[in-house]
Structures are given as C-alpha cells and as structure tokens.
C-alpha cells in the first residue's frame, strides 16, 4: 500500500507559478513511476505529467515548457513546478503512482489539491 498526500495548491492570476507536492508513505520502496494527472470542471481526468525512475520525465503538449515534474527519492516526494499558468490551468491537480508487483501493476492516488488561476 501507498499513501499519497498533495499540497500546494491554491489561486494564482495568470502569468504565476505554484508547485505542487506529493508525499509518499508506505511501500514507497516499490514505486515505479510517480505521475500527476488533473480534473477540471466537467471533464475528463487528463495526465499532466510522468516520471519513471531511471527515465526521463514525460509531459502533455498542453504543459510542456511551462510545468516540471521532479522527485526526491530520500524524501519519498514528487513534485510539480508550475510556470506561466494559464486560466486552463484551473482543475483539481491529482498525484498517482504505479507500483509493480510481479506480473500486476496497481495504481495509488491522492486525495487532490485544488489550482485555480484567474485571469
């Protein structure tokens, strides 16, 4: 089991910057991949961003040059800069990570944190 917490978020206007954290507790020794997806009003929950360990980070088009997706292993936390935040920013910003366990892999989430920016 893993236990996910976010923080971080809040109301910025257009043009600013938030990082979002994610601390991991539990079996954070079998993680393999931390990743952040978001939710606005109404839509689909979409993936933000990956990070696998040993690869390289991957991002959605909407985001890319604009968001970082890093992680501190010795502190068992991923986090999310967030740069030139744009009004379609706005949505629940979620934390997940993939744990492997022999042929299956299960899926952890947080609870959210909430980003709204205003124009």
Not at 4 to 30: D, F, N
Not at 77 to 97: F, P
Request: aromatic content about 10%; hydrophobic content about 35%; overall charge positive.
């Amino acid at each position: 089991q893993v236990q996910l917490v976010e923080s971080g978020g809040g109301l910025v206007q257009a043009g600013g910057s938030l990082k979002l954290s994610c601390a991991a507790s539990g079996s954070t020794l079998r993680i393999s991949a931390m990743a952040w997806y978001r939710q606005a009003p109404g839509k689909q929950r979409e993936l933000v961003a990956t990070i696998i360990s040993g690869g390289s980070p991957n991002y959605a088009d909407s985001v890319k040059g604009r968001f970082t997706i890093s992680r501190d292993n010795a502190k068992n936390t991923v986090y999310l800069q967030m740069n030139s935040l744009k009004s379609e920013d706005t949505a629940v910003y979620y934390c997940r990570s993939s744990v492997v366990q022999g042929t299956h892999v299960y899926y952890y989430w947080g609870q959210g944190t909430q980003v709204t920016v205003s124009s």
